[in-house]
């Protein structure tokens, strides 16, 4: 293996593995329905710090072993401690929602590969990806109000982003299961697919994505993250700037040579 063709871990509770320019961080704790510990959720930040500053990877995978995704945060690991002011929130605030940002604001596309339960966080972690694509009886659940708390990781955020407000109400309020299908039809899911195609389908994104211009890509991130909150003069502005970022990469100069020269480009990723 290379440098960038690495096995990051074995049996541990977050893999990783880089290849051929893809991290996969593979959740490996399915007897746990792959519930994120402190630890484990930790890991997978620092994971997606590495992704974002490393130039040779172009795209991150976050999958999961066994019959779930992510059940959400392990609520054995909770309580127990003394509260003081704040002590919860600052948590909250370095734990699940340190998680979501590092999703949104990773520099590279991020794929989330579902099935079975994507829960709570694991919805959430689901939901700030780029990219989605899930197995037939896969499902996602709003588990908070279940358990008598208040949605966190980002969810009162992203939710009524992609869903709009009252469909998001209606599933934070009730914490049903939404299913794969009717996910997709919500625009919270790219592809649904049979259990016996998803690692192909995986593949298909994956190769298409590592073989594009990723600087571009990750200027466009953060163009579309951003453009709900930022108004029209500020998303035009930033856009002319990103525009203007591109145009001295040298993807840039092969996309228009090669269109030019009527051939496929070969982007190199900067």
Known sequence: ????????????????????????????????????????????????????????????????EGRHFCTGADVTTMGGDTKRVTGPMR???????????????????????????????????????????????????????????VVDGGGAYLLPRRIGMQRAKELVLFGEKLGASEASALGLVNRVVPADLLDKTVTDFVERLTSAPTSSITLTKRLMNESPDTDRAGSFLAEAMAQELQSYA?????????????????????
């Open 1 to 64: 293996m290379t440098d960038t063709d690495r096995d990051h871990g074995g049996d541990e509770a977050v893999r990783a593995r880089t290849e051929a320019g893809a991290l996969t961080i593979t959740l490996n704790r399915p007897a746990a329905g792959n519930a994120l510990r402190p630890a484990d959720r930790d890991e997978v930040i620092r994971l997606l710090a590495v992704a974002d500053g490393d130039p040779h990877i172009r795209v991150v995978v976050i999958r999961a």
């Open 91 to 149: 948590r909250i605030m370095n734990g699940a929602q340190k998680l979501m940002s590092a999703v949104l604001d990773c520099g590279k596309p991020v794929i989330a590969v579902v099935q079975g339960a994507a829960a709570g966080i694991g919805a959430h972690l689901a939901y700030a990806s780029d990219l989605v694509i899930a197995t037939e009886n896969a499902y996602f659940v709003e588990s908070f109000v279940k358990r008598g708390l």
């Open 250 to 270: 040298q993807d840039s100069t092969e996309g228009v040579r090669s269109f030019v020269e009527k051939r496929p480009a070969d982007y190199v990723g900067w």
